[in-house]
């Protein structure tokens, strides 16, 4: 069982930075790939971003490929999700979630626990 909670969350100006955090509770994170997915008012939950066990593989989703950055701190229980040249698009509830798995990191179904979520709102 792995307990997800995320922080960071906020209001920012288009063209601005944020960081979002995610941290872990529970035995074995280091051996779970992590994911940024994130849902805007009336839209599906989509893909956004996630990362290997080690942190040595990365994949994004076109959209924030570029501007965001995924990574972790298997020393800390903690993964990251760096933003930055935001737009008002990427206004959403952004959650975090823990894959057993190596395959469909890309997919909600690939995950097996995940966290309430923090809402980054960029403004024009």
């Known amino acids: 069982q792995v307990q997800l909670v995320e922080s960071g969350g906020g209001l920012v100006q288009a063209g601005g930075s944020l960081r979002l955090s995610c941290a872990a509770s529970g035995r074995a994170f280091s051996t779970y790939a992590m994911g940024w997915f994130r849902q805007a008012p009336g839209k599906e939950r989509e893909f956004v971003a996630a990362v290997n066990w080690r942190g040595a593989s990365t994949l994004y989703a076109d959209s924030v490929k570029g501007r965001f950055t995924i990574s972790r701190d298997n020393a800390k229980n903690t993964v990251y999700l760096q933003m930055n040249s935001l737009k008002p698009e990427d206004t959403a509830v952004y959650f975090c979630?823990?894959?057993?798995?190596?395959?469909?990191?890309?997919?909600?179904?690939?995950?097996?626990?995940w966290g309430q979520g923090t809402q980054v709102t960029v403004s024009s």
């Open positions: 979630a823990a894959s057993l798995g190596t395959t469909q990191l890309m997919a909600r179904s690939g995950y097996a626990y």
